[in-house]
Each structure stands twice: as structure tokens, then as C-alpha cells.
DNA sequence: CGCCAGGTGGGAT
DNA sequence: ATCCCACATGGC
């Protein structure tokens, strides 16, 4: 019989913990933010509703989230929220809305968002899918391999439109998440991004709200502490291996 | 100023 | 497969 180690907590059995730790830390997020409807009835005034997980069920809402989630990639969602508004202004608002526009001033409108013109052929796209007859819907989540057809989107931007657009139990892996997983040692590296996903969904029940929250919970946490330069100082994941309170353990 | 932000596709190795 | 780069603006 080999001497009895203590084994440190599984990942799987630390993923549910941390999303325990980081909603009480920072309470609902309120996800996909939707600036079309800031001020409105249950929406703060830059769009997110804290407490409300059903995804929209009006195609110009869908759809706001598909240009927000292209408009965002490698982006703040600052830039991408101007960006978003000037498409409302604008009157860009559904798929045949994007198809009808020159395309110079279609980018002209999502300049902020940077990569503008890479940016305008992806919404080109994308609308071409939703618009087309017998083409996607924005009634019905579409599958996943359709979307990953499309130029511009990969994973992340597939899966934020099918959680947060349609409700899809699809987890959202980004660059927080990466960093965040990393630092809580529980990837080595050169994980690829469906390995990270599975071990959150294999972690977690696979409800649509629990995904949304939890997500939108790693951004918030990797832009306020968990930084490229870490604030370590009063974070709330006591079990990171470098959290400030592990030095005190450490023996002489 | 330089760094960073809710990535992706394409080409070289 | 894996690395490397272009793509671009705005905030801190």
C-alpha cells in the first residue's frame, strides 16, 4: 500500500465551487447586453439585465447579440457598443438591414469596433445565412457546424451565439477564460479550445442560465483582479495557487 | 506613450 | 498540427 496522499480537489470538483465563489463575489452580470434596450423595463442604462437569462425572443434582439459578438472579437465591448449603436441609429437592425447597405458605409458605422473592414464582411455574412430562404433562422438555435462554416466566426464567437442568442447549453472559452484556468492550474498549456469546454461541461449541469452567468462572471473577474498584471490583493478565489494568503502557508 | 481588449483566417514551417 | 502574422480602434 502506497503512503496515503491528500489529493488536491479535482477540476471538476472545483469548477462548481469557483462559480459559487465569483457570483458571490460579484453578483449577476446580467448578460448578453443588449444597448438597443438600455433604459428599458428590467435593463440597466447600457443594456444588461441582471436576474433575466432567457435570450431574446425577437429576431432584431437575436440578432443584435450575432453583430455584438462579431463586433467584439478581440475588442473591448466599449468600442463594439458604439459601434452597435451607430448600426441602430442607422437603422441596421436585421439581416436584410446589413444586406442593403453599401458596404463602405457599413463599415464606416462599425469603425470603432476596430478591424472594421474584416468586421463588415462577417456581418455580410452572417446575414446572407440568416436572411436566405431555407437558410438559418432566428427562430430556431441553428446547429454549430453551421455557424463555423461561416467566414469570421470560430468557436468562442459560435458558442456566445448560440448561449447567449438562442439559449444553447454551448460554454463560451475566451482569452479570461485561458488566462483564468491557467493561473488556477488547471490547464498545462496547449489545451485546444473544445478541451476546455469540456471540462466545464462536464463539470456542470448543462443549463443555459448557469453557462450565461458563469461566463460572463470569468470576464468580469479577469478584468477587475485576475489581469495580465494581477490583482491578487482581496480576491475572492482562496484557492489559487497565487493568491496572497498561500505565502502565509508556506514553511520556512 | 505602450499595452490591452469578451478572435479569426491564412500562409509558412 | 503548430506557429506567426495581419487585421484597427479607443481607453487607460
Redesign the pocket.
Known amino acids: 500500500m502506497q503512503p496515503q496522499r491528500i489529493e488536491s480537489p479535482s477540476t471538476g470538483a472545483r469548477l462548481p465551487r469557483l462559480y459559487e465563489i465569483l457570483l458571490k463575489a460579484y453578483g449577476p452580470q446580467g448578460?448578453?447586453?443588449l444597448p438597443s434596450r438600455a433604459g428599458a423595463r428590467g435593463f440597466d442604462d447600457r443594456g444588461?439585465h441582471p436576474g433575466d437569462y432567457r435570450p431574446p425572443r425577437s429576431p432584431a434582439g437575436r440578432f443584435e447579440?450575432i453583430m455584438?459578438?462579431?463586433l467584439?472579437?478581440?475588442?473591448?465591448?466599449?468600442?463594439?457598443?458604439?459601434a452597435l449603436r451607430r448600426l441602430q441609429g442607422a437603422g441596421v437592425r436585421l439581416p436584410p438591414d446589413v444586406l442593403g447597405r453599401d458596404r463602405r458605409r457599413l463599415?464606416e458605422l462599425i469603425?470603432?469596433?476596430?478591424?472594421?473592414?474584416?468586421?463588415?464582411r462577417?456581418l455580410r455574412g452572417l446575414a446572407r445565412m440568416f436572411h436566405a430562404p431555407g437558410a438559418l433562422s432566428l427562430s430556431a438555435p441553428p446547429a454549430r457546424d453551421l455557424l463555423?462554416a461561416?467566414?469570421?466566426?470560430?468557436?468562442?464567437?459560435?458558442?456566445?451565439i448560440l448561449l447567449?442568442a438562442f439559449g444553447v447549453s454551448s460554454f463560451?472559452v475566451?482569452?479570461?477564460t485561458r488566462?483564468l484556468l491557467g493561473r488556477l492550474g488547471f490547464l498545462s498549456g496547449?489545451e485546444?479550445?473544445g478541451e476546455i469546454q469540456r471540462l466545464f461541461h462536464d463539470a456542470l449541469p448543462l443549463r443555459p442560465g448557469l453557462f450565461n452567468e458563469y461566463?460572463?462572471l470569468i470576464?468580469e473577474h479577469?478584468?477587475t483582479r485576475c489581469?495580465?498584471?494581477p490583482l491578487c490583493g482581496g480576491c475572492p478565489v482562496r484557492f489559487c495557487p497565487s493568491h496572497p494568503d498561500r505565502a502565509l502557508e508556506t514553511p520556512a
Open positions: 448578460w448578453w447586453p444588461y447579440i455584438g459578438a462579431v467584439t472579437q478581440n475588442t473591448a465591448w466599449k468600442n463594439a457598443e458604439m463599415a469603425r470603432s469596433s476596430g478591424y472594421f473592414n474584416q468586421k463588415e462577417k463555423l461561416a467566414w469570421g466566426i470560430g468557436e468562442e464567437t459560435a458558442d456566445s447567449y463560451v475566451d482569452a479570461y488566462r496547449n485546444l479550445y461566463h460572463a470576464v479577469a478584468k489581469r495580465v498584471k
